[in-house]
């Protein structure tokens, strides 16, 4: 047991690219992040562009400090 799991979930509302947008940034930090239980539905529309609803937990891992 040398790293533990730093859990996050969220959940959030916005257009394809904007949460592409999110992810992406996501992806670029220096920590490793993975998504799990990721749920994605159209919520509604908006002038004709779906406004998306993403839900999931964040896991982030960190090293455990030596005693």
């Known amino acids: 047991a040398f790293y533990e799991e730093l859990l ?21 930090i220096q920590r490793i992040v993975n998504i ?6 159209v919520k509604s529309f ?9 839900k999931g937990t964040l896991v982030a891992y960190r090293y455990l400090e030596g005693k």
């Open 46 to 54: 908006q002038e004709d562009v779906p406004l998306l609803r993403l």
């Open 36 to 41: 799990r239980g990721l749920d994605l539905k």
């Open 8 to 28: 996050m979930d969220v959940e959030m509302e916005g257009s394809y690219t904007q949460l592409v947008m999110f992810l992406a940034y996501i992806s670029k």
